[in-house]
C-alpha cells in the first residue's frame, strides 16, 4: 500500500478539526460537569465529615453527661442515705424527749396523786378527829364548862382588838338586835353579863336573845347582823380543823 501524503494530510487536519470540535462542544461541558460533580462529591464527604464530627461530639457528650448523670445519682443517693440518717436521728431524739417528757408527766401526776391521796387521809383524819372531840366533848361538858366559856367571851369582848373593834361597832350601828345560841342555858346574871358586854362595844343597847342549841356543845355562838362572835367548842374545832387543813401544803395550780 503506497503512502498518500495528501491523505495523510487531510486525515491529520479532519483529527485536529475532531479534537477542536470535541474540545469546543463536548470536552469543556463534560469536564465542567465532572468538576460539578467531584465538588458534590467533595461537599457530600465534607458534609459527612462534619456530620460525623457533630456524631462523635453529641457521642462524647452524651457519655460525658451519663457519667455526670451517674455521678448525680450517686451523690444524690448519698444525700438522700444522709437526710434519712439525720431525719431518723432528728425523729428518734423527738421521740426519747417526748418519752422523757411523759415519764416526767406521768412521774409529777403519780406524785400529786399521792399528795391529794394523803391530803385527803390527813382531812378526813382531822375531820374524824374533830368528831371524835367534839362527841367526848359533849359526854363531858355541862352548865359548868358553858358558864366559863360565856365568862371568857366576856372577857374576849373587853379585849378585842381595835381593827376588829371597829368593825363589829359598824355592824352594831346597822343592827339592834343579837341572837345568842348557848349549848346550855345561861342563868340570869351571866345573860346580862353579855348583853352589857355588847352594849359596851356597840355605844347603844343591843336587844340580845338566847336560845339553847346543843349543837354549840358548850359555850355560845352571838350573830348581830352578819356580824358572827363565838366562845364555843365546836367552833373551836372547826378552826382548828381548817387550821390544819389551810397549814398543809397545796397542789400548785398546773
Known sequence: MDFDLSTFLLEMFNFLVLVWILKRFFYKPVRKAIDQRQQAIEKSIADAKGTQAQADALKAQYEARLTDWEDEKRDARHKLQEDMEAEKTRQMDALKKSLDAERQRSAVLDARKQEDAARESEVTALAQAATFAAE????VSGPGLNEKLAEAFVEDLKNMPADQKKSLQKVCAENKTAEA????????????????????????????SFKVDE???????????SYALQASVKDELQFFARAAQAAMPQEDAA
Open 136 to 139: 367526848l366533848l359533849k359526854r
Open 181 to 208: 345560841l348557848t349549848a346550855y342555858a345561861l342563868e340570869k346574871p351571866q345573860q346580862e353579863a353579855v348583853k352589857k358586854a355588847l352594849a359596851d362595844l356597840a355605844g347603844h343597847k343591843i336587844d340580845c
Open 215 to 225: 349543837k354549840v356543845i358548850a359555850g355560845l355562838r352571838v350573830s348581830i347582823g
